[in-house]
């Protein structure tokens, strides 16, 4: 153990945290039932943060002033600016946390339609206001629409479509991303 380092207490974590993940089977109908369902408030558990957004830039080799020019970011922004292709990954829960209680599914797996497996087919982000260092975002997804059976070459399946509201601690409305996803069972599996 390193310097200051505790053990974590001992805890059972129970069998839900795979489940989480799992996909929700059902009807057409009963997906038709949870339009307009909405999830949960999630916050992301640490605040938007320069290290992480210069971290990202470093990767993609981006010089923009506004992710690396502090004072240039506060006069501009208020604050380091975040990469818009950071949005989603500010929210991303860790995969283990000791209290075991696992990560909230996303509104899109727990709608019961058939198919097996799923691709992501769309993704439209709107940025409203400035996302900045120190900025704690919350995010609520809402089940949008399904589509009627559709058949692609992928497979047969459903068109599902979401809207995610990410807000700041303000409450102020920061980005809304609409994302659609086809929910199927690939073709030649029975």
Same mark, same amino acid.
């Given at each position: 153990m390193g310097f200051g +380092?505790? !053990?974590?207490?001992?805890?059972? %974590?129970?069998?839900?945290q795979e489940l989480s993940y799992q996909l929700a089977f059902g009807s057409y109908e009963d997906a038709l039932r949870m339009v307009g369902a909405k999830?949960? !408030?999630?916050?992301?558990? =640490? *605040? %938007?943060?320069?290290?992480? /957004?210069?971290?990202?830039?470093?990767m993609v080799r981006d010089g923009n002033r506004s992710y690396w020019d502090a004072?240039?970011?506060?006069?501009?922004?208020?604050?380091?600016? +975040?990469? *818009?292709a950071l949005l989603m990954g500010w929210l991303i829960p860790p995969p283990w946390e000791p209290t075991g209680r696992p *990560?909230? +599914?996303?509104?899109?797996?727990? %709608?019961?339609l058939p198919g =097996? =497996?799923? /691709? $992501?087919? +769309? $993704?439209?982000?709107?940025?409203?206001? *400035? /996302? #900045?260092?120190?900025?704690?975002?919350t995010a609520v997804e809402e089940l949008v629409s399904v589509s009627p059976e559709k058949r692609t070459r992928l497979g047969v399946g459903h068109f599902v479509e979401t809207l995610e509201t990410y807000t700041r601690q303000d409450g102020a409305v #920061?980005? =809304?991303c609409r994302n659609t996803l086809f929910r199927f069972t690939p073709?030649?599996?029975s």
């Open positions: +380092a505790e !053990p974590a207490p001992a805890r059972h %974590v129970s069998g839900d999830s949960e !408030p999630r916050t992301a558990k =640490t *605040p %938007v943060s320069g290290a992480r /957004i210069q971290l990202f830039a470093a004072e240039f970011a506060r006069e501009r922004w208020g604050g380091l600016l +975040a990469p *818009p *990560p909230a +599914a996303s509104v899109v797996l727990r %709608v019961p =097996t =497996t799923f /691709i $992501n087919s +769309a $993704n439209d982000v709107e940025f409203l206001r *400035p /996302i #900045v260092e120190g900025d704690v975002l #920061v980005a =809304t073709s030649g599996a």
